[in-house]
């Protein structure tokens, strides 16, 4: 099978979405602190770990169906729904609200292009089914650091980045 133009523009927004989530990431793992430090680390190490795993899948489904995948920086940065992560250390709190809007967003890319993916190649659906499944379990497990008892978010610092 060869792509469409549509399948292979939808394929590369999910991917260039997951290579930003990947290197934001890292952004944070590298800069956090405050409590919980340690957790969190290694949360971001997971949450890294699947991006990047993902990316790579797509990529190559792409190329599978005739796509040329660009995962260049300038392409990445210019594409991506993701918000930039901020610049310098970055309080764990603040960090988990940050990591689960960005992991929401890229789960959100997925399901916005989901249905025209679905219909023109459903093996790649299928994919997309995989990575949301997961992303949206990791956006559970790292946002439940700021939850309360009730389903409330933390007020606070977390709050206000």
Do not use: C, Y
């Not at 993701?82 to 988990?96: I, K, N, Y």
């Amino acid at each position: 099978m060869k792509a469409t133009k549509k399948l292979g523009e939808d394929m590369q927004a999910v991917l260039v979405d997951m290579i930003e989530l990947h290197i934001q990431g890292k952004q944070a793992h590298w800069n956090i602190v405050g409590a919980n430090f340690r957790d969190l680390h290694l949360q971001l190490d997971e949450i890294v770990a699947a991006a990047r795993q993902f990316s790579d899948e797509m990529a190559e489904r792409m190329r599978a169906l005739h796509v040329a995948p660009d995962g260049r920086s300038a392409t990445v940065a210019s594409t991506t729904t993701l918000e930039q992560f901020p610049a310098g250390e970055v309080d764990t709190a603040a960090t988990v609200d940050m990591i689960t809007e960005r992991l929401e967003a890229t789960v959100g890319t997925m399901r916005r292009v989901h249905d025209r993916v679905d219909e023109a190649d459903p093996t790649t659906a299928d994919l997309l089914h995989a990575f949301i499944e997961r992303l949206e379990q990791l956006a559970w497990m790292v946002s439940a650091e700021n939850r309360k008892p009730g389903g409330s978010r933390a007020v606070g610092p977390a709050a206000k980045h």
